[in-house]
């Protein structure tokens, strides 16, 4: 088999507009100059909202070109609405024919954002969807009824592609239940065999289900690479075969955090897929949780928690040690320190701007002031303009034109504080609350049997109780799933290593409601 390469993306999602907020800086007494900068910023945000899709398809046809891929896929949602603008068919238009020139094939099929718009009675065809708005001949679109497309080199077939497009924005059918790999025969001997296919695998809570299906559907097809959209998080399904979602190509909201881009893929002559992520979103999102209760215990570094599992969000962040915060002073000094130390370790080559949103959570000695009106506002405002001083002297020192210092930026930040009690004196409380705490302490220790009981017979007593005690909180807590309706609300049903923290996240939510301090 002859080696070839090939980019798949998906979710483009041309025309969106990110939704960056309009910020300001309101502060008599900050710095007139550092204003005015900040302001400029933000008018360069408002355009950059508009043109952040653009920008990374850009870069995709860019990346196409520099390492000469032989064909691009793109996997569903081209465009943000169905019938996308004429800057966004243009934007298309002039890539293909770049593409065109440089020899490199496109397969689109397309997603439920940018659906082919067939009626019902029109869907036993199985023609070749016709666009008002014509691609380049090296353009190939899927149409609504499952299609094998070639592609050839040399005249030698190198790949299969097979793919379907959603022929309505609401697609429930499993459109990846008939993908089945081509047998080879004499006239058309085995080839690597691509499945496109814009849809849901197994259950989603960020993504409606459209074109739901199994990965064992994809897994029994038999073919050796999957190129997937409509999730837009990056996912490795299965590695052998390669299933793969390269998440879309701009993070579109907070929501999407980390680098955002395509996937590379290169295949050997055994027929073996290498596949690299590369990252070209122009603007990222960080999403940064700080809970000051495992700050005050020295935990590290699971201090920083983010909003994805992925290694892009996996901060390390060695100053948060033996760290104690008194003041809004050195909070503001941690959360600068914070983003520029995530800004660091996460920004790609081709970021021009990192947007954080900063939650605050567990006890802490500032929650009262925290908890004003005006906090979230105003920390915002004054971290913005401390940043914007930062970057502008690291702009300074910089020794050469081709380094480069990145915009960050705190779109807002979400105090959920709790203030700090005193539990060893109000559990020596006599009323409802010292009660409260001394039962919540014997649930958790009848869930921990003592290794330190000698007796045979103390240890066994002891064990019953712990059954009992497990028994019935399993009782109290089966009864709440065994409602159909309750179950659409409720996290899994939880493990026995998740009962004590479930017990210890009731004992401070009463605290809460009862307004202890």
């Not at 569903?76 to 004429?86: P, R, V």
């Not at 070639?150 to 793919?163: I, P, R, S, V, Y």
Request: proline content about 3%; some cysteine; hydrophobic content about 35%.
């Amino acid at each position: 088999m002859k080696t070839f390469t090939f980019i798949h993306a998906a979710d483009l999602h041309l025309d969106s507009i990110l939704p960056l907020a309009k910020f300001s800086l309101n502060d008599p007494d900050s710095d007139l100059e550092i204003d005015n900068k900040f302001n400029k910023l933000c008018k360069k945000y408002k355009k950059l909202s508009e043109d952040a899709v653009f920008i990374a398809f850009k870069n995709l046809i860019e990346l196409c070109l520099v390492e000469k891929v032989d064909f691009l896929v793109l996997s569903g949602d081209l465009y943000h609405q169905a019938d996308g603008s004429l800057k966004a068919y243009y934007a298309l238009k002039n890539a293909f024919v770049a593409l065109n020139n440089a020899g490199i094939a496109v397969f689109i099929a397309h997603g439920n954002h940018d659906h082919l718009k067939i009626n019902s009675s029109d869907l036993q065809e199985n023609s070749e969807i016709k666009n008002i708005l014509q691609w380049e001949s090296n353009v190939k679109v899927f149409g609504n009824k499952l299609q094998r497309l070639e592609f050839c080199k040399d005249n030698e077939c190198l790949a299969l592609l097979h793919g379907i497009s959603h022929a309505k924005n609401a697609e429930t059918q499993n459109l990846g239940k008939d993908f089945n790999r081509q047998e080879p025969t004499l006239l058309k001997p085995d080839c690597f065999q691509i499945g496109v296919l814009h849809c849901t695998i197994g259950k989603s809570d960020e993504h409606e289900r459209y074109a739901p299906c199994n990965l064992s559907d994809l897994i029994g097809s038999r073919l050796d690479y999957w190129a997937l959209g409509h999730i837009h998080k990056r996912q490795v399904l299965c590695e052998q075969p390669a299933i793969h979602y390269p998440g879309s190509l701009q993070g579109l909201h907070i929501n999407e955090t980390g680098q955002h881009g395509c996937l590379l893929v290169k295949v050997n002559e055994l027929g073996q897929s290498l596949v690299t992520f590369k990252a070209l979103a122009p603007v990222q999102w960080e999403l940064i949780n700080i809970d000051f209760n495992k700050l005050q215990r020295n935990e590290q570094p699971d201090e920083i928690k983010t909003q994805e599992n992925t290694p892009e969000n996996d901060y390390d962040l060695e100053s948060a040690q033996n760290l104690t915060i008194q003041s809004l002073d050195e909070l503001e000094e941690y959360l600068l320190e914070t983003c520029i130390n995530v800004a660091t370790q996460t920004q790609s080559p081709l970021c021009q701007l990192i947007i954080f949103r900063i939650v605050l959570e567990g006890c802490c000695e500032l929650d009262s002031v925290l908890k004003k009106s005006d906090a979230e506002t105003e920390l915002v405002n004054k971290l913005n303009q401390s940043l914007q001083k930062i970057i502008a002297t690291k702009r300074n020192a910089l020794s050469s034109q081709s380094e480069k210092v990145i915009d960050l930026i705190i779109k807002d930040i979400h105090i959920k504080t709790k203030p700090v009690r005193d539990l060893n004196s109000l559990r020596s409380n006599s009323g409802f609350v010292g009660e409260l705490l001394r039962y919540s302490d014997e649930l958790l220790n009848q869930l921990e049997p003592s290794q330190a009981e000698n007796n045979m017979e103390d240890k066994l007593a002891l064990h019953q109780t712990y059954i009992e005690q497990e028994t019935e909180l399993k009782h109290i807590v089966d009864e709440l799933y065994l409602s159909k309706r309750n179950n659409k609300f409720l996290p899994p049903k939880p493990s026995h290593s998740s009962l004590q923290a479930l017990i210890k996240e009731a004992e401070e939510l009463c605290l809460e409601k009862l307004k202890i301090e």
